[in-house]
């Protein structure tokens, strides 16, 4: 059996004297404590040496996709002739069984002999020492992880994440700082903070003026404008503050020098985040701008995992606590995340912030992909989608116009009716139309037969009630007969009188009760109210 033993000077081939220890893995490591046994156990049958740095990059690369080199198919076939050969890969050992027709073996008693080798490698090879092995690893591992990484110092977005998280932590900082001048310097001159509203221009008029007492003596052209001059100069002479000692202002100014040389490294870090977005992701910047795109590539952890993300979750990054709230409770997700604060989407009505946020992900992820993974270094993609975004943006608004107007596309404008009028020409298809008297109705003059059909309805009419008046009086006597029957009153008995007095009796009894019970009540409602 042969071991097959990559080194960063090239491939090692170790024949296995002793094959029959590989049959127990637990006592297998107890061969290589010293450089005599390891001999004993294995011994070096070929090396083939690398040429250069770039070869031996070529086949470690080759090795860890799992794949064999030129370089090592041509060794394995010179040396491996009907031997089976011990690898510490399993997709190798596949490889090599189909291409090279050369058993292959990998299971733990393999792995533990190659990592006995790994300890005595330089016992194992004459003329090989640490000194030696050493820097030739070293060499290795800079060039592999440079070709892993695809290393370049123009595609470095670590400095891109570092940047904008301390321009978001300076800004909390000049935040804290300028109200903390403001509240400090108000007990002194409150009045100020009305009218300097900007912190910058306010820590700069404080820093000049010290006491308001000197307000009047100074000049602050430089800072403010004539108008806000004239009205701070105005306020400090009446003004309602208390008396500051000389040691506060002196505390108060070092606080404002502080406010105004954070507010300057700022105004530096976001040129230099400029810099560094129009460098590393261009198109992405010419689409959503610096800081939108900075944020973007610190939520995501990097611009290649950026990249891999699509459009979808692109538009909402940075908007997970609103979305899974919204799964959970079953309710609309969100349409945009940190791209909400582009311009291109601070420019649409509200209505259409969601569809210009979908379309401007699906451009940003493209953008991305093209920064992350393409060669170019201009932002021609990023520039041409943005004037695509600004078209349908005025598309949808225009959409809207023409509904309101009645000219939307597959709607007939609205015109005011006009059945004379022919369309294109203004004449009429028919002339006006006059008064015709002819049409009036009239009332017709009574005549002889219709007096006479008048009078033979009169009479049915007056047969008719005679009629009806014979049938009533024939039904009143048996009604009035029935009507006496029940109002004739039963006999009373003797002992109804006597219950009509013991009911009045109880009634004028209840009444003398009642009062009294509600005394009783209102005593000792108070009673409780006392209490």
Known sequence: MLALFETPGGFALFKVLK?????????????????????????????????????????????????????????????????????????????????????????????????????????????????????????????????????????VDTMIIQAIGLLDDLDKELNTYAMRVREWYGWHFPELAKIVQDNILYAKAVKLMGDRINAAKLDFSEILADEIEADLKEASVISMG??????????????????????????????????????????????????????????????????????????????????????????????YGLIYHASVVGQAAPKHKGKISRSLAAKAALAIRCDALGDGQDNTMGVENRLKLEARLRNLEGKDLGRLSGSAKGKPKIEVYDKDKKKGSGGLITPAKTYNPAADSLLQTPTADSENGVKEKKDKKKKKKTDDEEEAKTEEPSKKKSKKKKSEPEPETVEEPAKKEKKKRKHEEEETEMPAKKKEKSEKKKKKSEV
């Not at 046994?37 to 090795?63: G, H, I, Y």
């Not at 460098?279 to 610190?298: K, Y």
């Not at 606590?321 to 609309?332: G, N, P, S, V, W």
């Open 242 to 335: 208390t008396e500051v000692s000389d040691l506060d202002l002196l505390h108060i100014r070092e606080l404002c020098d502080q406010v105004l040389s954070l507010a300057e490294y700022r105004a530096q870090l976001y040129d230099y985040l400029k810099s560094r977005m129009n460098t590393i992701a261009p198109n992405l910047t010419a689409l959503v701008g610096e800081l939108v795109g900075a944020r973007l590539i610190s939520h995501g952890g990097s611009l290649l995992n950026l990249s891999k993300q699509p459009g979808s979750t692109v538009q909402i990054l940075g908007a997970e606590k609103a979305l899974f709230r919204a799964l959970k409770t079953k309710h609309a997700t969100p349409k």
């Open 19 to 155: 094959e029959g220890k590989l049959s127990n893995v637990e006592d297998l490591g107890n061969e290589f404590l010293t450089a005599e046994s390891a001999r004993k156990m294995v011994q070096l049958k070929a090396f083939d040496k690398f040429d250069n740095t770039s070869d031996a990059l070529e086949a470690v690369a080759k090795l860890r996709e799992g794949t064999a080199s030129k370089s090592l198919r041509k060794f394995l076939k010179s040396n491996c002739d009907g031997e089976t050969l011990a690898v510490a890969d399993s997709k190798l050992g596949n490889i090599i069984k189909e291409k090279l027709k050369i058993d292959c073996v990998h299971n733990n008693a393999v792995m533990e002999l190659l990592r006995g080798v790994r300890s005595q490698f330089t016992e194992l090879i004459s003329g090989l020492g640490d000194n030696d092995l050493a820097p030739m690893s070293l060499g290795l591992s800079h060039s592999l992880a440079r070709y892993t990484l695809k290393f370049s110092s123009d595609k």
